[in-house]
């Protein structure tokens, strides 16, 4: 397949009616809509989980430039 080339899945989604007809009234496209508002969800969701999964070390960093100070500081020039 080429580079770029997405593959698409068929998927049956149950919407609130009336938002379904004010969004083909508008012209919006459903499949393009719930695409990009899934996409976000998954960015969420992952940039959650990394957060949790990172925690610990995260806090630990901090905790250390709090003591000690950013390591490369004396050579900033701003």
Known sequence: ???????????????????????????????????QGIAQQVAKQRAERWLDENRAALESSNAHVEAHGLPLARFRQF
């Open 1 to 35: 397949m080429a580079a770029g080339v997405t593959v698409r899945k068929a998927t049956n989604v149950s919407l609130d009616r009336a938002l379904v007809e004010e969004a083909r009234s508008l012209g919006i496209n459903l499949s393009q809509a719930c695409e």
